[in-house]
């Protein structure tokens, strides 16, 4: 299936600049969660602002670095930073690692993102995969095609297992993906859980469509560092993003470590 062809030159630079051919794992990390790559064992490291077509990421928490190292034994790229759509990227660009990571003919793609919860049975700090998604009238597929097909149920059941066998206990439901920037109302979040979403955010759901409709395996994390708006009386903050990724950091990097090594 067809990526632009500014992919093809990004490959072209990697490649020269020490990447392999082909790659076992792409991870996306959210917001907070740039603490995974001390996990990649010789990384090399690239500036997006060195990387031709590479946009840049202006959202706290990400720091904007393209790692590509060892995990577990298998080659992994990790992008420390993603593009979203209201930092004015078109979805295409928000697209651009699952692009690249079907570009080196990844097996798997592993991304993650800091969420909101809407499911009161949730706290903060709990780790989620993603078994579904709720999209909203939406239009966020990147490139037009007759058909998704989607396996995360699937995926989900195996994360779970491989969680499970680690010691790691983790939620598991829907996403809601919200263009934003703005965060919900409580009126909207009310809403959202009698339709059954358990977290809301402002990614993954488009880069979840590309890889489907390029047919790359992915599984989707969700860290909770904050209860969505009117499920507490707490102000909402983007400071709690980096206080719960903080907190789980050890748990979620061994639970990306043994998704790589065994999905």
Sequence with gaps: MRIPEQV????????????????DTVVILGS???????????????????IPHFPETSVQGHSGELLKGSVAGKTTIAFSGRFHHYEGHEFLKTVLPVHVASAFSAKKLIISNAAGAINTSFNVGDLMIIDDIFRFFHKINAIP???????????????????????????RGSYLYMKGPNYETKAEIRAF??????????????ELLEASRLGLKAAAISLVTNMAAGVTKAK??????????EKRKDDFARLVTEIIRQL
């Excluded at 093809?8 to 790659?23: H, V």
């Excluded at 058909?147 to 995360?152: E, G, I, K, P, T």
């Design 145 to 171: 095609s007759k058909q998704f097909s989607y396996d995360l149920y699937a995926v989900a059941d195996e994360v779970r297992m491989i969680a499970a066998g680690s010691g790691l206990d983790i939620q």
């Design 8 to 23: 093809i030159e990004i490959k072209d630079f990697l490649i020269k600049n020490g990447f392999p051919n082909e790659i």
């Design 193 to 206: 859980r009698k339709l059954g979403a358990d977290v809301v955010g402002m990614s993954t759901a488009p």
């Design 236 to 245: 909402l903050d983007h400071s709690e993003v980096k206080e719960a990724a």
């Design 32 to 50: 907070g969660l740039g603490n995974f790559a001390e996990s990649i064992i010789k990384p090399i490291k690239f500036s997006y602002n060195e």
